[in-house]
């Protein structure tokens, strides 16, 4: 395999990844915290409406895990395609 | 020891910390003065973006907004950290590999034009002015609050400790000022708050008090209590909000792609070492940020509930010290209506009596919760290490512009790097000088200048960056005309329905029923369109551009 056909299958690897987690940002945010809140808020957890959880907390939750699968899974990507910087 | 005494003492420690750094971090090169050589430890760089990112109005105003806003309050906690996702995943790890020192240096680079390079330096120098100025105003209403010297005395001072570390130290001073600022303010933000929730629900976590039962012993959730207050007082239910579906669409949405195109923001990025550096840094900044922000919404939720069950339909003899402390600052009103002695507090403009501003919720949230004076003092140095880093990051911006993008890249590109370096100082100088100004005698329009920040920044950069990395027939006359098409649209509606040009408007007259704070994701949206299309009509970028997107797109090789 050639050098750029490599690279190719990188990028197209990374665009996978940013394809599905850009998928969960929107989801999280968007959809459960604006577009079906008021659905979401007929089920409580504890004092929480779960959309309005969402809106408020979970979406900032789910911000920070995203970007550290991002970190993990890019970090193996680069390992895997000898780009890992040391 | 009185409130007085000890915020000058933790204050004044504050301030020598600041100075100390900044001695200690001199800056010895152009790289040292732009990027702090480029060798920021990823953790401390998070910490430093987390700073720099967290103005005055994140500490001292945001509780306070949500408060008043309820759910709606989402739109500024959504928006301002999920524009982090974009910078991890879209923006960060292929500027980093750029590997220059601005983002106008980016767009003139990616676009092989000078014209793209002045219309960013213009944008950066607009989005970091508006900004800064409301930061130096914030210094100046918190020194007049709590060490009663006037709010111009106050914005010197400010101006001052700026000068000192920015002038001196560029990024590197300002970067690990920056840490020991969000230390500091994230501990004065959590003290008050976890002794807050520990008195209304009975749990040290804010985040897990929010949803918690009262610890008045009656069982009711804090949330349904807030609700059951709010309705019986005549607003709307505090977990439902009062905007339309799009418009909070829309305002999360400009808030999120505004965060991942301002430029003080994205610079930080450039600090680190190597491309991996830049993406695991992102991750730090936002969980640094996200303990502010979740814990945001929780105070706002007890403060609202404190300050009702306190003063509404109480007597207004029998009021606690606070309230007619605060009253003299102004930023309390009491207005007796019906004669009967007592606060009405309602939704009903005829009938309320009683006005809050929304910076005071926590800024007077120790006072009314009763914590001792030294938490009060905390607080006011957090307010101010949350003013200071973001004016130090903005101020940097201006100046880069100036010394860089301006001076070395078009007006005498064989100038040292003595002669550049001195060039960044005087600029950091005068962007300091221009700050205060504006901080001094703000401009009429403030709220409308931070909006129009945000809207700028998502209707100019956002878009020109994203297309430089992942679309490669872009080219040099799309670019331009997007970024002209965005800017020139976000102006006009701005301009139309926030100060009321061009035959102004009101809310009926919102396009789709989008507020001027959210129209910068239409803006940006046109901007893309237009790109995209025009680039489609018009030559191929040359060569090298391609090769230069590839190299960006592969970590390796960032040394150097």
Same mark, same amino acid.
């Given at each position: 395999?050639?050098?750029? !056909?490599?690279?190719?299958?990188?990028?197209?690897?990374?665009?996978?990844?940013?394809?599905?987690?850009?998928?969960?940002?929107?989801?999280?945010?968007?959809?459960?915290?604006?577009?079906?809140?008021?659905?979401?808020?007929?089920?409580?957890?504890?004092?929480?409406?779960? @959309?309005?959880?969402?809106?408020?907390?979970?979406?900032?939750?789910?911000?920070? /895990?995203?970007?550290?699968?991002?970190?993990?899974?890019?970090?193996?990507?680069?390992?895997?395609?000898?780009?890992?910087?040391? | 020891? !009185?409130?007085?005494?000890?915020?000058?003492?933790?204050?004044?420690?504050?301030?020598?910390?600041?100075?100390? /750094?900044?001695?200690?971090?001199?800056?010895?090169?152009?790289?040292?003065?732009?990027?702090?050589?480029?060798?920021?430890?990823?953790?401390?760089?998070?910490?430093?973006?987390?700073?720099?990112?967290?103005?005055?109005?994140?500490?001292?105003?945001?509780?306070?907004?949500?408060?008043?806003? @309820?759910? +709606?309050?989402?739109? $500024?906690?959504?928006?301002?950290?999920?524009?982090?996702?974009?910078?991890?995943?879209?923006?960060?790890?292929?500027?980093?590999?750029?590997?220059?020192?601005?983002?106008? !240096?980016?767009?003139? !680079?990616?676009?092989?034009?000078?014209?793209?390079?002045?219309?960013?330096?213009?944008?950066?120098?607009?989005?970091?002015?508006?900004?800064?100025?409301?930061?130096?105003?914030?210094?100046?209403?918190?020194?007049?609050?709590?060490?009663?010297?006037?709010?111009?005395?106050?914005? $010197?001072?400010?101006?001052?400790?700026?000068?000192?570390?920015?002038?001196?130290?560029?990024?590197?001073?300002? %970067?690990?000022?920056?840490?020991?600022?969000?230390?500091?303010?994230?501990?004065? $933000?959590?003290?008050?708050?976890?002794?807050?929730?520990?008195?209304?629900?009975?749990?040290?976590?804010?985040?897990?008090?929010?949803?918690?039962?009262?610890?008045?012993?009656?069982?009711?959730?804090?949330?349904?209590?807030?609700?059951?207050?709010?309705?019986?007082?005549?607003?709307?239910?505090?977990?439902?909000? %009062?905007?339309?579906? #799009?418009?909070?669409?829309?305002?999360?949405?400009?808030?999120? #792609?505004?965060?991942?195109?301002?430029?003080?923001?994205?610079?930080?990025?450039?600090?680190?070492?190597?491309?991996?550096?830049?993406?695991?840094?992102?991750?730090?900044?936002?969980?640094?940020?996200?303990?502010?922000?979740?814990?945001?919404?929780?105070?706002?939720?007890?403060?609202?509930?404190?300050?009702?069950?306190?003063?509404?339909?109480?007597? $207004?003899?029998?009021?606690?010290?606070?309230?007619?402390?605060?009253?003299?600052?102004?930023? /309390?009103?009491?207005?007796?209506?019906?004669?009967?002695?007592?606060?009405?507090?309602?939704? +009903?403009?005829?009938?309320?009596?009683?006005?809050? +501003?929304?910076? =005071?919720?926590?800024?007077?949230?120790?006072?009314?919760?009763?914590?001792?004076?030294?938490? =009060?003092?905390?607080?006011?140095?957090?307010?101010?290490?949350?003013?200071?880093?973001?004016?130090?990051?903005?101020?940097?911006? #201006?100046? %880069?512009?100036?010394?860089?993008?301006?001076?070395?890249?078009?007006?005498?590109? +064989?100038?040292?790097?003595?002669?550049?370096?001195?060039?960044?100082?005087?600029?950091?100088?005068?962007?300091?000088?221009?700050?205060?100004?504006?901080?001094?005698?703000?401009?009429?329009?403030?709220?409308? %200048?931070?909006?129009?920040?945000?809207?700028?920044?998502?209707?100019?950069?956002?878009?020109?960056?994203?297309?430089? *990395?992942?679309?490669?027939?872009?080219?040099?006359?799309?670019?331009?005309?997007?970024?002209?098409?965005?800017?020139?649209?976000?102006?006009?509606?701005?301009?139309?329905?926030?100060?009321?040009?061009?035959?102004?408007?009101?809310?009926?007259?919102?396009?789709?029923?989008?507020?001027?704070?959210?129209?910068?994701?239409?803006?940006?949206?046109?901007?893309?369109?237009?790109?995209?299309?025009?680039?489609?009509?018009?030559?191929?970028?040359?060569?090298? *551009?391609?090769?230069? =997107?590839?190299? #960006?797109?592969?970590?390796? @090789?960032?040394?150097?």
């Amino acid at each position: 395999m050639g050098k750029e !056909d490599k690279m190719k299958k990188y990028w197209r690897a990374n665009l996978k990844y940013v394809g599905i987690l850009m998928g969960i940002w929107f989801l999280v945010s968007y959809g459960f915290g604006i577009l079906w809140v008021e659905q979401l808020n007929e089920i409580r957890l504890g004092g929480f409406k779960i @959309g309005f959880w969402f809106a408020q907390q979970g979406s900032i939750y789910a911000f920070v /895990i995203l970007i550290f699968i991002y970190i993990w899974l890019m970090n193996r990507l680069d390992i895997e395609y000898g780009v890992y910087e040391d | 020891m !009185d409130i007085q005494l000890w915020t000058y003492i933790l204050v004044g420690l504050s301030f020598v910390i600041y100075i100390g /750094i900044a001695i200690w971090s001199r800056a010895a090169s152009t790289g040292d003065f732009y990027i702090a050589g480029g060798r920021v430890h990823p953790i401390a760089n998070g910490m430093a973006t987390a700073a720099d990112w967290m103005s005055a109005a994140s500490f001292i105003s945001m509780a306070g907004l949500i408060a008043f806003m @309820g759910y +709606d309050g989402a739109v $500024y906690l959504m928006g301002w950290t999920g524009g982090y996702v974009l910078l991890a995943l879209l923006l960060a790890p292929y500027l980093r590999k750029f590997g220059k020192f601005t983002v106008p !240096d980016f767009i003139g !680079d990616r676009y092989y034009s000078d014209v793209a390079r002045t219309v960013a330096v213009i944008c950066a120098i607009i989005v970091s002015c508006t900004y800064v100025a409301g930061q130096m105003r914030g210094v100046g209403v918190v020194f007049a609050r709590f060490l009663e010297v006037s709010v111009d005395a106050g914005v $010197y001072i400010g101006m001052g400790i700026v000068f000192f570390y920015a002038v001196l130290g560029g990024m590197k001073g300002i %970067t690990y000022t920056q840490v020991a600022q969000y230390c500091i303010l994230i501990f004065a $933000y959590m003290v008050p708050a976890l002794f807050i929730s520990f008195q209304l629900t009975g749990s040290f976590i804010p985040q897990i008090g929010f949803g918690s039962t009262l610890a008045d012993g009656s069982g009711t959730y804090l949330l349904e209590k807030l609700n059951q207050l709010n309705t019986e007082l005549g607003f709307a239910e505090y977990t439902a909000g %009062t905007k339309s579906m #799009i418009d909070v669409f829309a305002i999360t949405l400009a808030l999120m #792609i505004g965060t991942a195109g301002l430029p003080h923001v994205i610079v930080r990025f450039f600090t680190v070492p190597k491309v991996r550096d830049a993406r695991k840094s992102v991750g730090y900044a936002l969980l640094f940020i996200a303990i502010l922000y979740t814990t945001a919404p929780a105070i706002a939720s007890f403060a609202r509930v404190n300050m009702i069950e306190t003063v509404s339909d109480r007597e $207004y003899s029998e009021v606690p010290a606070w309230f007619t402390n605060w009253e003299k600052t102004g930023l /309390i009103t009491y207005n007796e209506k019906n004669l009967d002695g007592k606060i009405q507090y309602v939704a +009903d403009e005829d009938a309320n009596e009683l006005i809050i +501003d929304h910076d =005071i919720m926590v800024l007077a949230n120790p006072e009314i919760a009763n914590l001792p004076n030294w938490v =009060i003092g905390l607080v006011v140095a957090g307010g101010l290490a949350a003013a200071l880093s973001t004016a130090a990051g903005l101020l940097l911006v #201006i100046s %880069t512009s100036i010394s860089r993008d301006l001076i070395k890249k078009q007006i005498n590109p +064989d100038i040292s790097e003595k002669a550049e370096l001195a060039w960044a100082r005087v600029a950091a100088g005068g962007a300091v000088l221009v700050a205060g100004y504006f901080g001094i005698n703000p401009p009429g329009f403030v709220a409308a %200048t931070v909006a129009l920040a945000f809207g700028l920044a998502a209707a100019s950069f956002f878009p020109a960056i994203i297309l430089g *990395i992942f679309d490669k027939r872009m080219n040099r006359e799309g670019a331009i005309s997007g970024m002209v098409a965005g800017i020139m649209l976000m102006l006009f509606y701005m301009i139309k329905y926030k100060l009321g040009g061009f035959g102004g408007g009101g809310p009926e007259g919102w396009w789709f029923g989008i507020s001027p704070e959210g129209f910068g994701a239409v803006a940006a949206a046109v901007n893309m369109i237009v790109a995209i299309i025009i680039s489609r009509l018009t030559s191929e970028p040359p060569e090298e *551009i391609g090769l230069m =997107i590839e190299n #960006i797109r592969y970590p390796g @090789g960032t040394k150097g």
